[in-house]
């Protein structure tokens, strides 16, 4: 069956520190990897989508990049976080040419 | 672009009480739609779907039906337990892009 991993499941960081959030996905091959970012009392907001290794899309721009070294690892990071950058982060995958996507338990970001 | 609209929360219901979170969408194509369930510092479940137009989705007494001629699908449970207390997420997945659009999710607490 396939799993989805996401670590650290929380994180407190400093402001200007750099970021490495890491996704991996079990049991399946070629998928679709996401990640997504939830602020406190609001929806998803998609951040980044990839369809294959090193292709990446991004939905909004701001000062978090994602990288995609291998099938079925995902990266979020970033050189120097800000205050605003604080927020629940999931990881998600889907099976290409089907509909809905799983996720990760997510990782919450704190950056005082 | 692709836009999903929730009723605003909190919500809060006696246990047995009927549940409707009304959800409408705006979408260029043919969209799937989904409803997931967020339960407190979880990653988000995938509750039910419906892929086209007049199909019924449910899972776990809960059901929601794709209407096309009003761009809805309302999630509704006849009887909510204390369980049921979780924040729900309406969404769309455009075929093309596979990507996932997210309502900016209801928040719900039921009493017993």
């Known amino acids: 069956s396939q799993t989805i991993h996401q670590w650290p499941a929380t994180l407190v960081q400093p402001v200007g520190s750099p970021l490495s959030l890491e996704c991996t996905v079990e049991g399946t091959s070629n998928p679709n990897l996401y990640w997504y970012r939830q602020a406190a009392g609001r929806g998803l907001q998609l951040l980044f989508y990839?369809?294959?290794?090193?292709?990446i899309s991004s939905e909004v721009p701001q000062n978090l990049s994602a990288s995609r070294p291998q099938d079925r690892q995902f990266i979020l990071s970033s050189k120097k976080l800000l205050l605003s950058d604080s927020g629940f982060y999931l990881c998600?995958?889907?099976?290409?040419?089907?509909?809905?996507?799983?996720f990760g338990q997510g990782t919450r970001l704190t950056v005082v | 672009g692709d836009s999903v609209t929730q009723m605003e929360g909190p919500v809060t219901l006696s246990e047995e009480a009927f549940l409707t979170i009304n959800c409408t969408y705006t979408?260029?194509?043919?969209?799937?739609l989904f409803w997931y369930v967020q339960y407190p510092g979880e990653g988000l479940q995938l509750l039910l779907k419906?892929?086209?137009?007049?199909d019924k989705g449910s899972n776990k007494g809960f059901e929601a039906t794709y209407r096309k001629e009003t761009t809805s699908f309302h999630l509704e449970k006849g009887s909510v337990q204390v369980s049921d207390s979780a924040v729900y997420f309406c969404?769309?997945?455009?075929?093309?892009?596979?990507?996932?659009?997210f309502g900016q999710g209801t928040r719900l607490t039921i009493n017993p």
């Open positions: 969404a769309l997945s455009d075929r093309g892009a596979q990507k996932l659009v």
């Open positions: 979408a260029t194509g043919y969209p799937s």
């Open positions: 998600a995958w889907s099976v290409k040419g089907a509909l809905g996507a799983f």
């Open positions: 990839s369809v294959g290794i090193g292709q």
């Open positions: 419906a892929t086209k137009a007049d």
